[in-house]
């Protein structure tokens, strides 16, 4: 039998987000805080997660992502209002940091879209602009924008159609999905196939090429702010 989150733990666990969403520190700080008292909430969730990464480390999850070098490749989506979104009207106008995530749901996601809105005045500063992209319905993806207060699109990838051709959808397995089964992930999706991305952060250039990424398969780890600066910095500074 897999153990299932009770209503005292959801509640625990609600806690540990917001006291990790408002302590000061890096945004690794916050999502290692966060992974530790999920650890201890919900042991049976980390150790499964620990399993599902080993999985993928070992069948090389993300590694053929597109690489810095590489031409991105174009995508047209719709965003939380239904129009469509490509990214050649978003290089159109300068560097752009392409951002997937997992869903409105997750804490670690939730974590990540803070610390990348506290940090556009810097984004912005450079010239450069912020697309996040999950696998969630049109409503979610408003859901998710409208809590986060994010300031750019987030766009719908439906089935995971874009994220497949990047090579990093993934099935999270039958362990995961009874662990997960209080969230309605049909719902949110539109489908059951328990399909997610591995988060991941590409920095676009004018050029349509790569010129940084940070892909981990292991969910609780994202690109650092200062990482990601330093990419759009560099990438800005092309000629």
Same mark, same amino acid.
């Given at each position: 039998m897999t153990a299932s989150l009770s209503p005292a733990n959801a509640e625990r666990l609600k806690q540990a987000f917001l006291r990790c969403r408002d302590m000061e520190g890096s945004l690794r700080e916050q999502l290692e805080a966060y992974a530790a008292a999920g650890r201890e909430i919900f042991p049976a969730y980390g150790e499964a997660?620990?399993?599902?990464? #080993?999985?993928?480390?070992?069948?090389?999850?993300?590694?053929? %992502?597109?690489?810095?070098?590489?031409?991105?490749?174009?995508?047209?989506?719709?965003?939380?209002?239904?129009?469509?979104?490509?990214?050649?009207?978003?290089?159109?106008?300068?560097?752009?940091?392409?951002?997937?995530?997992?869903?409105?749901?997750?804490?670690?996601? !939730?974590?990540?879209?803070? #610390?990348?809105?506290? #940090? &556009?005045?810097r984004i912005k500063a450079l010239g450069a602009q912020t697309v996040a992209i999950m696998p969630e319905t049109q409503a979610y993806a408003k859901k998710f924008k409208s809590e986060a207060n994010a300031p750019f699109p987030i766009l719908a990838d439906l089935d995971n159609g874009y994220a497949l051709s990047?090579?990093? %959808?993934?099935?999270?397995?039958?362990?995961? &999905?009874?662990?997960?089964?209080?969230?309605?992930?049909?719902?949110?999706?539109?489908?059951?196939?328990?399909?997610?991305?591995?988060? %991941?952060?590409?920095?676009?250039?004018?050029?349509?090429?790569?010129? #940084? !990424?940070?892909?981990?398969?292991?969910?609780?780890?994202?690109?650092?702010i200062d990482d990601l600066i330093a990419a759009l910095k560099g990438t800005s500074e092309e000629r």
């Open positions: 997660v620990d399993r599902l990464v #080993a999985r993928l480390n070992e069948n090389g999850g993300g590694e053929n %992502a597109p690489r810095p070098g590489e031409a991105m490749p174009p995508f047209v989506l719709p965003d939380e209002t239904g129009r469509l979104v490509s990214l050649q009207s978003l290089i159109d106008k300068g560097p752009v940091a392409v951002m997937f995530f997992r869903g409105h749901w997750c804490p670690y996601c !939730r974590l990540n879209v803070r #610390a990348v809105i506290q #940090a &556009q005045d990047l090579n990093l %959808a993934i099935w999270l397995g039958t362990e995961i &999905q009874q662990l997960l089964s209080y969230q309605d992930m049909t719902r949110f999706q539109g489908n059951d196939g328990w399909v997610l991305p591995i988060p %991941a952060t590409f920095v676009v250039g004018r050029d349509g090429m790569v010129k #940084a !990424r940070f892909v981990d398969p292991d969910f609780r780890k994202r690109m650092e």
